[in-house]
C-alpha cells in the first residue's frame, strides 16, 4: 500500500478588487473598493477554519490589506502578515517604494516586518533571452525556493500576491520551466491551493484547486466572475 505524507500546503490568493481594477488611472498601489473589502472580507470568513503558519503578502496597499482580512479572522486571535517585496505585480516601476511598514499598519494592523529572502546557492535559473515573462517566472522560482526553505515541515502557508505574478508563481510551485507551459486568470480573491507531499518515499508536487472564488458566489457576490469558475 502506497503512504503519502503531506508535507506542506501553499495556499494562494489574489488580492481583492482594488481602484486599479475599476479605473486605468490609480497608480501602481491602489486601495481596495468597497466591494473588494467585502470580497476581503469573505475570503478571510472560508479560511477562518484553518490557521496559517504564515501569512505573507505583496507590500502594495491591495494585497496587504486583503491579508489582513485573512489575519484578523484567523482561529485563535489575529495572525501577523509578513511582508515580501518579491511578491510585488510585474510592471511596478523599478523605482517604487513600497509604503514604509508603519505607514502600511494604519491599513494593515497585523502588518509584523518585511521579509527579504537570501537567495541559495543552485536556484533555478533562465535563460536572458526568454525576456520579461522569465524574468518574472525566474523572481517566481526564488520566491518559491525561499518559502520551502524557510517552512518545510510547516503545515499551511497563505501566500497574497497578484493576477500577472500569481501565474508565474504557481507555474515555479509546479516545476513548470517556461511561462507559456501555464496560463489561467486568477480572479479578485480567487484561492489556489499547491501541495507537497511524499508519496510512497518519493516527493511529489501537486495541484490541489485553482482560482476558486466559491466565496464569492456563495455571497452572491458574482459582478466580474465568470460562471465556470465557482467551484
Do not use: W
Not at 7 to 24: C, D, P, T
Not at 145 to 168: A, K, W
Amino acid at each position: 500500500m502506497k503512504e503519502c505524507i503531506f508535507r506542506m500546503n501553499l495556499y494562494f490568493a489574489r488580492h481583492a478588487q482594488s481602484m486599479g481594477n475599476i479605473a486605468a488611472d490609480n497608480g501602481c498601489d491602489p486601495p481596495l473598493t468597497e466591494l473588494g473589502r467585502t470580497q476581503a472580507r469573505l475570503l478571510g470568513e472560508r479560511l477562518s477554519v484553518l490557521r496559517f503558519d504564515a501569512i505573507i503578502a505583496s507590500p502594495l496597499i491591495r494585497a496587504a490589506e486583503t491579508a489582513n482580512a485573512v489575519a484578523e479572522r484567523q482561529p485563535g486571535g489575529a495572525a501577523p502578515v509578513e511582508l515580501l517585496p518579491d511578491l510585488m505585480e510585474c510592471g511596478t516601476p523599478p523605482s517604487f517604494v513600497p509604503q514604509p511598514l508603519e505607514a502600511l499598519r494604519r491599513i494593515c494592523p497585523t502588518a509584523c516586518a518585511y521579509t527579504i529572502p537570501t537567495p541559495a546557492g543552485g536556484g533555478e535559473s533562465l535563460p536572458e533571452e526568454y525576456g520579461d515573462a522569465a524574468n518574472m517566472l525566474a523572481r517566481a522560482y526564488r520566491v518559491i525556493g525561499y518559502l520551502r526553505r524557510r517552512f518545510s515541515g510547516s503545515e499551511n502557508i497563505l501566500i497574497v500576491t497578484h493576477g500577472t505574478f500569481l501565474t508565474s508563481l504557481i507555474s515555479a510551485a509546479l516545476r513548470f520551466s517556461l511561462p507559456e507551459h501555464f496560463n489561467y486568470s486568477h480572479d479578485n480573491t480567487g484561492l489556489s491551493l499547491v501541495r507537497y507531499l511524499i508519496d510512497n518515499g518519493s516527493p511529489h508536487t501537486k495541484l490541489g484547486f485553482l482560482n476558486d472564488v466559491a466565496h464569492l458566489y456563495r455571497a452572491g457576490l458574482t459582478e466580474g466572475v465568470p460562471l465556470e469558475h465557482a467551484l
